[in-house]
């Protein structure tokens, strides 16, 4: 289950691309989780997925 605070799903979410992920899309598949909720949460705290470098911000 991922963390309901918007900030801790935040640095959550970027240690596991960081750490496990090449992908926000591969992230999401191996938790079974929508990536359009993460998405919509985290850009309610002004962050968004960059792919470029694997992260939000």
Not at 14 to 32: A, G, I
Not at 39 to 52: A, D, F, N, Q, V
Request: proline content about 5%.
């Amino acid at each position: 289950m991922l963390p309901k605070d918007p900030v801790i799903l935040l640095s959550y979410i970027n240690t596991q691309l960081r750490d496990y992920y090449d992908s926000f899309e591969e992230l999401c598949k191996s938790l079974c989780e929508n990536p359009e909720e993460i998405s919509t949460k985290l850009s309610g705290i002004g962050y968004e997925y960059h792919s470029e470098t694997n992260q939000f911000r």
